[in-house]
């Protein structure tokens, strides 16, 4: 259930220019810090928007610092502009990217609320080596949410790559002062769900075979299971938090 696999909507990625995700990787060599994005918008005078993790960026970096290239690795992007959140809890970075000849994304449809919840998704990492795209599909098949009645509260994202460890807390959702007391330390909501997960996926779209965009991986492993659970779990956004996220964005940069 947990296996990596190229699924069928890997024939997709026949035109590679196409594929919905970009790479992020450390300038130098060997390549380290591996991350990925996919492009979330585009303007009408043909930049793209990208939308990632900000811990796929050490904070004191500079944007300059990475590459950010399309999935046949030669291909790169030019970064505009890096934009964050207000709070720096939330664990997304979109960029601004010049136009690039020849390059069409696929663009993913957003479900109109987050009930949508389809029987099979995809979520994707990159992997370090040559001989191809850097690109490793998972499949899910049976996905669901875990506990509904739980809210995932998660630490900023500086705070725990400074403290190396995953800072996360699970509250029922009748626990309204634990949420209140977690947020006012500037931790973040987000969901989660079965879904196969390993470091490198982070900031991975999270879509159907339809192309739905479901949301965007933050944070994946087996260490948050507990007796009453089996397999990985993976924190997410859901699109409807990404696209509150990046109107804010937009109308604080008058973009």
Same mark, same amino acid.
């Given at each position: 259930m947990h296996s990596i696999v190229r699924p069928k909507v890997d024939l997709v990625?026949?035109? =590679?220019?196409?594929?919905?995700?970009?790479?992020?990787?450390?300038?130098?060599?060997?390549?380290?810090?591996?991350? *990925?994005?996919? /492009?979330?918008?585009?303007f009408?005078?043909?930049?793209? *928007?990208?939308?990632? +993790?900000g811990h796929a960026l050490d904070p004191e970096n500079d944007p300059r610092a990475y590459r950010f290239g399309l999935l046949d690795a030669v291909t790169e992007l030019t970064i505009e502009q890096y934009l964050t959140p207000n709070n720096p809890?939330?664990? /997304?970075? #979109? #960029?601004?990217?010049?136009?690039?000849?020849? #390059?069409?994304? =696929?663009? #993913?449809?957003?479900?109109? $609320?987050?009930?949508f919840l389809?029987? *099979? *998704?995809?979520?994707?990492?990159?992997?370090?080596?040559?001989?191809?795209?850097p690109l490793?599909?998972?499949?899910?098949?049976?996905?669901?949410?875990?506990?509904?009645?739980? +809210?995932i509260m998660a630490a900023p994202w500086k705070e725990m790559k400074a403290e190396g460890d995953a800072r996360v807390k699970t509250l029922q959702h009748t626990d309204e002062e634990g949420i209140r007391e977690c947020t006012e330390k500037g931790w973040s909501r987000m969901n989660y769900m079965t879904l196969f997960s390993r470091p490198g996926f982070s900031g991975s779209p999270i879509w159907? !075979?339809?192309? $739905?965009?479901?949301?965007?991986? /933050?944070?994946?492993?087996?260490?948050?299971? $507990?007796? !009453?659970t089996i397999g990985d779990f993976l924190a997410y956004y859901p699109?409807?938090?990404? !696209?509150?996220?990046?109107?804010?964005?937009?109308?604080?940069?008058?973009?």
């Amino acid at each position: 259930m947990h296996s990596i696999v190229r699924p069928k909507v890997d024939l997709v990625f026949k035109r =590679i220019k196409r594929a919905p995700v970009f790479t992020i990787t450390r300038r130098g060599i060997p390549p380290t810090g591996r991350s *990925v994005g996919f /492009v979330f918008d585009t303007f009408p005078d043909g930049r793209h *928007v990208l939308a990632s +993790v900000g811990h796929a960026l050490d904070p004191e970096n500079d944007p300059r610092a990475y590459r950010f290239g399309l999935l046949d690795a030669v291909t790169e992007l030019t970064i505009e502009q890096y934009l964050t959140p207000n709070n720096p809890a939330d664990d /997304v970075a #979109f #960029f601004i990217a010049k136009p690039v000849e020849g #390059f069409d994304p =696929i663009r #993913f449809e957003r479900p109109n $609320n987050e009930k949508f919840l389809p029987a *099979v *998704v995809y979520n994707s990492c990159n992997a370090v080596g040559s001989g191809g795209p850097p690109l490793i599909l998972g499949r899910q098949s049976d996905t669901i949410k875990i506990h509904t009645n739980l +809210v995932i509260m998660a630490a900023p994202w500086k705070e725990m790559k400074a403290e190396g460890d995953a800072r996360v807390k699970t509250l029922q959702h009748t626990d309204e002062e634990g949420i209140r007391e977690c947020t006012e330390k500037g931790w973040s909501r987000m969901n989660y769900m079965t879904l196969f997960s390993r470091p490198g996926f982070s900031g991975s779209p999270i879509w159907d !075979d339809r192309w $739905n965009l479901y949301g965007m991986g /933050v944070r994946g492993t087996k260490s948050w299971k $507990n007796e !009453d659970t089996i397999g990985d779990f993976l924190a997410y956004y859901p699109a409807s938090t990404l !696209d509150r996220l990046w109107k804010d964005l937009r109308a604080r940069h008058e973009l």
